[in-house]
């Protein structure tokens, strides 16, 4: 079993629509949870990140961490043709000293004006 | 701000050649990371180095695949010899804090390598 999972998508949705994206995760060491978006032949840019369980929000983007789930979500509010990407969910556990990320497959978004 | 800077972005080489990937990573970050992502893939952590040290190097292939960072600025990566299983985007990513990766990384663009 992979620590991270996430469906690879793709993922087709008209202008407007609200997007969610997910990614479960086995490591129960996992505190601190990342959303990266990577527009093709381009490096991960981070989004957002979030510590432990709850909501974050940032404009048309909220991620919301369950950890008693082992659940993560990131949800795009009146998603845009220029969101059209690949979205990479990332965890690092909490530990002193150096904290390893592992990163999700990615699910690709496509969103069709 | 610059970014991470990263070349050649493209490289096709035959199995069994070497090649050489080059880094520069935002001035000031002390911590660089290679990446290996295969198509259809996350980023696979290679290395990790803090200034000039090796931090974690768990998963580089150490038989065929070599790192350094001379000075803690710039790195280089690479692989000789290559095979076909090697070809993937290399991505070179730095952060400002020691190990504080919850603030996450800056990844450059990548060199996309083709081994034929």
């Known amino acids: 079993q992979k620590e991270v999972e996430q469906d690879p998508g793709p993922l087709s949705v008209p202008e407007g629509a609200i997007v969610s994206l997910n990614c479960t995760y086995s490591n129960s060491a996992f505190q601190y949870f990342m959303w990266y978006r990577q527009y093709s032949r381009k490096g991960p840019e981070l989004l957002m990140y979030?510590?432990?369980?709850g909501n974050k929000e940032d404009g048309r983007f909220t991620a919301q961490v369950d950890k008693s789930s082992k659940y993560i979500s990131l949800f795009i509010r009146d998603s845009q043709p220029s969101d059209s990407a690949t979205y990479l969910c990332?965890?690092?556990?909490?530990?002193?000293?150096?904290?390893?990320?592992?990163f999700g497959i990615g699910t690709k978004l496509q969103v069709i004006p | 701000e610059a970014g991470v800077a990263q070349s050649p972005r493209y490289k096709i080489i035959e199995k069994r050649q070497s090649v050489a990937f080059w880094c520069n990573p935002i001035s000031g970050h002390a911590t660089l990371y290679w990446y290996q992502q295969i198509l259809g893939q996350g980023p696979k952590l290679l290395i990790q180095?803090?200034?000039?040290?090796?931090?974690?190097d768990s998963q580089l292939p150490k038989d065929r695949f070599s790192a350094e960072r001379l000075k803690g600025v710039d790195s280089t990566l690479k692989i000789q010899p290559a095979k076909l299983e090697d070809s993937a985007v290399y991505l070179c990513?730095?952060?400002?804090?020691?190990?504080?990766?919850?603030?996450?990384?800056?990844f450059g663009s990548g060199t996309r390598l083709t081994v034929v």
């Open positions: 990332a965890m690092s556990p909490l530990r002193g000293g150096y904290q390893k990320v592992t």
């Open positions: 990513a730095s952060s400002l804090d020691r190990g504080r990766t919850n603030y996450g990384y800056t």
């Open positions: 979030t510590y432990s369980s």
């Open positions: 180095f803090q200034n000039n040290g090796v931090v974690d």
